[in-house]
Every structure is written in structure tokens, then in C-alpha cells.
């Protein structure tokens, strides 16, 4: 069997930082992240979207299939579509499917079904998972490559001092119907984006992070 074909790795980064440093730098940045339902109807430029949806983009995969696709969403009577399939599901959720300790879970975020952030958040990314190629041929480790993706698109667009949030109403297959996605295409996250609204607030609860020796173990 022939090897892959092979080309020298590109620099990565400046080679006079030193390692510790650079790490110490970008987690202090995205150690201010947080996720916001309180946006601004500002507009954020199409070139400054694709530019986090490149970023998105670069994420490894298994076998480099890419088993993922970025529908962006501007127009407001498709966002507007989007918010009455979510709140439907969302209603669902609070006065049926949540059960009584996972309601307790969400009190300290103070969410609801009201979900007016998917209309005034000037893009709503909707991410879908590939369960095959376009071409009909196999994908592999879809849920993780494209959870990846999403994490690189969400540091992405806070480095371009832009907010998120994710959202997953469940079942989402409704937004295959508003978006005219194939069946193929599985959604999995949808991620209003755009500039926090003046005087935007959010949860302490959000902030709060459990000590680094709680959640990493050296051996």
C-alpha cells in the first residue's frame, strides 16, 4: 500500500514564544467567554463569518472526511422561522420532557422557551453533522470531529470580540425542514452569534469554575 504523501509542517506559531506562555495567554482570553441570550441587532459583516467558518473549517476529522456543514443564517424571515420551530420544542421541554431535577439544574441560568435571541442576533450558524459523505461514502467519527469544529468555532469568534451561544432545542429536525437540508445532514448545534446588547448581563452560575485538580489528573 502506497504511503501518504507528505510535505513539511508549516510554522504554527511565532517560534520565539515559548510554549507556556502563549498557552497562559490564550486561556486567559477565553477564560472571559461567555455564553449570552441578551444580543444586539448590530450588523457583523458576511467576511468576518466565513472567516470563523474557515477556522471551523481547519478542524481535524476522522480520515479528513469533514462530515460537517456551517448553514449561516441573515435573513430575517429564515431566523424568524427558526425561533417558532425552537420555542415549540422548548415548550415542549419545560412543561413535559425536563424532569424535575434538570429544571433545577437550568433555575440558576434563569432560561425559558422564550428564545428571542434567535431573531435578534444578526447570524444564527446552524451546524449539521454528516452521516455520509455528499458522494454517498462512509464518515467516521462524526459526533467528535464535528463537536471539535464547533469548539474551534466558537474560540474563533470570540477572538473577534464576537459572543455565542449554544443552543440545541431537541429534536432539532425541524431545522432540516426551515434550511431544505438532505436527510443525510443531522442537526447538532445552533449558535447564535453576534455583538452582546449595551449592558448586557449574565448568570454567576456561568462563571463558575470547578478548581483544575477536579478536573485534571497527571499520572
Not at 166 to 189: C, Q, V, W
Request: aromatic fraction near 6%.
Amino acid at each position: 500500500m502506497q504511503g501518504p504523501d507528505l510535505v513539511p509542517l508549516p510554522a504554527r506559531h511565532d517560534p520565539g514564544c515559548e510554549p507556556a506562555a502563549a498557552a497562559r495567554s490564550f486561556c486567559e482570553v477565553m477564560q472571559k467567554r461567555r455564553s449570552i441570550r441578551d444580543f444586539s441587532d448590530r450588523p457583523v459583516s458576511k467576511e468576518t463569518i466565513e472567516w470563523i467558518v474557515r477556522t471551523a473549517h481547519a478542524a481535524p476529522s476522522g480520515a479528513n472526511k469533514q462530515p460537517w456543514r456551517f448553514v449561516c443564517v441573515q435573513d430575517p424571515a429564515i431566523k424568524r422561522q427558526i425561533r417558532i420551530g425552537a420555542e415549540k420544542e422548548e415548550r415542549e421541554f419545560y412543561e413535559r420532557r425536563a424532569n424535575d431535577t434538570w429544571l433545577a439544574d437550568l433555575a440558576p441560568l434563569g432560561t425559558d422557551s422564550n428564545k428571542p435571541f434567535l431573531e435578534t442576533a444578526p447570524w444564527l450558524i446552524v451546524v449539521f453533522q454528516l452521516t455520509k459523505g455528499d458522494d454517498g461514502g462512509q464518515v467516521y467519527y462524526l459526533k467528535e470531529s464535528v463537536g471539535i469544529a464547533c469548539g474551534m468555532l466558537l474560540a474563533a469568534a470570540h477572538l473577534a470580540g464576537l459572543a455565542t451561544l449554544t443552543h440545541t432545542p431537541s429534536p432539532m429536525a425541524f431545522l432540516n425542514d426551515i434550511l431544505g437540508r438532505p436527510k443525510h445532514e443531522r442537526p447538532y448545534l445552533l449558535i447564535p452569534i453576534g455583538h452582546p446588547a449595551p449592558g448586557c448581563m449574565v448568570p454567576r452560575a456561568a462563571m463558575q469554575r470547578r478548581p483544575l485538580d477536579q478536573v485534571m489528573v497527571v499520572v
